[in-house]
């Protein structure tokens, strides 16, 4: 793996989304959406504004479940697919640089782009919670965005996997879809399914656990601030054992999400 290569090809990727206005695009979608939600969150309950931080960050959780992954999958669907598709993959292949090199440049570059774009689209909203909370808002809400960030990176390794076993860009593209419906829509439904039919009964402590299997969860995780917030607002995250709603535990299987995917598409891909 030789960095000069990495720092080529990463550099190119994000070059190209700057070039194509897809960062400024992404900025405006977030920026427009946080604003809307942390401000009129709670309009149910009759009041408007920043009410409180962990209020204002509960409210976001679900923009950012909602579309950090999508754009995650949309971003890296087709990253080694459409090289393919081109005839320009083997090309590449061809000069000095390894599939690893290949693999992980494109990967660092859009995460890269996805870096910008959602750091630029909560700056916003960073601002005004300093302004009205000091500095202890800057502290809490940097780190929902940077788990936010973690998320949309487990997200892009899963969609560069999808890139590279995918035999083309349509298949690829329904691929991501499906990975999106699985994750944020699918996977609680059926756990909550089993629950009820159950009635508590199935799976026990065991069902915490499945939680792991999903990004989307580990992220809500990461973003509660109480169990009397995490039963309000996630039915299935009350049944977490206190020793795994840990930031350093969460964390790091957030990292296991980011790091594995990728590994099996380097594996995939030398072969």
């Not at 070039?19 to 009129?40: D, K, M, Q």
């Not at 090289?83 to 599939?99: I, N, Q, W, Y």
């Not at 009635?199 to 026990?204: K, S, V």
């Amino acid at each position: 793996m030789s960095p000069i290569n990495l720092r080529t090809i990463a550099g190119k990727e994000l070059r190209d989304r700057m070039r194509n206005h897809w960062v400024l695009a992404i900025a405006l979608v977030f920026t427009a959406f946080s604003l809307i939600i942390a401000y009129f969150g709670g309009a149910q309950q009759g009041t408007i504004g920043f009410r409180s931080l962990e209020f204002t960050i509960t409210s976001l959780v679900s923009l950012v479940i909602y579309l950090i992954p999508l754009i995650g999958l949309l971003l890296g669907f087709d990253a080694i697919v459409a090289e393919r598709e081109r005839g320009s993959l083997d090309l590449l292949l061809t000069l000095p640089l390894t599939p690893l090199d290949l693999l992980l440049g494109k990967y660092l570059g859009l995460a890269a782009a996805l870096a910008l774009s959602t750091l630029l689209g909560f700056a916003l909203v960073a601002g005004l919670l300093y302004i009205q909370f000091g500095n202890a808002a800057l502290f809490h809400f940097g780190g929902f965005m940077l788990s936010a960030l973690l998320l949309g990176m487990a997200f892009l390794s899963i969609a560069m996997l999808i890139s590279v076993i995918a035999r083309d860009r349509t298949r690829a593209s329904g691929m991501a879809v499906a990975a999106w419906f699985a994750f944020v829509l699918v996977f609680d439904l059926l756990l909550l399914g089993v629950m009820v039919a159950g009635e508590g009964r199935w799976g026990g402590g065991a069902l915490a656990y499945l939680l792991l299997l999903n990004p989307a969860d580990v992220f809500r995780i990461l973003n509660l601030f109480s169990a009397e917030q995490a039963a309000a607002t996630y039915g299935l995250t009350q049944l977490l054992p206190p020793a795994l709603a840990r930031t350093p535990v969460m964390g790091a299987v957030m990292a296991a999400w980011i790091i594995l995917p990728l590994m099996i598409a380097s594996w995939r891909f030398k072969r």
